[in-house]
């Protein structure tokens, strides 16, 4: 069972991201503040939870958080700083939205650039230990989701809208046939689909 939050002293903030591995789009992060004591059924990490699960309980996340916010590193500056700084920057920008200030922040993950004057924690596995990174998780996939799927529409030749930008087999070899879009990172490598058959059959 999931904990509500990882200290009771200070307010605090889960934070989360969503995208980091993927060759389009942008990488979406997501910074939640629940009440205290807050449960919610079926709350866990985003990535245990199906996508009709994830779209039910985001707007009970949005409704019933004492504050959240989503925001975003586009593919542009993916390119220009490194996916991981990216993920850094979309967490502040996150957090730097929220309209009521946290006192303490809960990282999912083991790094993070230290927002300033708020101490955090790092927790490798947070999304499946505490609602609030939960939470975030689900903030920053459903909404990320949206997006690609909306992109989906400019540009359907890549099925955004089932890999939301993953590197999934489809959407490599649509790459290589037809080249990157305007939204692809280029500085992430596309290996040709039929090598990872390969070895994974080896």
Request: aromatic share 8%; with cysteine.
């Amino acid at each position: 069972m999931l904990l509500s939050c990882f200290q009771d002293d200070f307010l605090e903030a889960g934070c989360d991201e969503a995208g980091r591995g993927c060759l389009a789009g942008p990488v979406f992060a997501a910074a939640v503040i629940l009440p205290k004591g807050f449960i919610l059924e079926g709350l866990n990490d985003s990535k245990q939870l199906s996508h009709e699960q994830r779209d039910m309980l985001r707007p009970i996340i949005e409704r019933e958080a004492l504050a959240w916010a989503v925001a975003s590193c586009d593919h542009e500056e993916i390119d220009r700083i490194n996916i991981l700084n990216a993920s850094f920057l979309a967490m502040h920008r996150a957090i730097k939205k929220l309209h009521t200030p946290p006192e303490y922040l809960v990282i999912d993950g083991n790094r993070f650039k230290a927002y300033p004057q708020i101490p955090h924690s790092c927790i490798i596995k947070g999304d499946g230990k505490y609602l609030n990174i939960a939470a975030a998780s689900i903030l920053a996939k459903t909404h990320r989701d949206e997006f690609m799927s909306n992109l989906h529409i400019e540009y359907p030749e890549y099925g955004w809208q089932k890999n939301k930008g993953y590197p999934t087999i489809a959407h490599r070899k649509a790459v290589i046939e037809i080249g990157l879009s305007p939204f692809h990172r280029k500085t992430f490598t596309v290996s040709a689909p039929q090598l990872d058959l390969f070895s994974n059959n080896a």
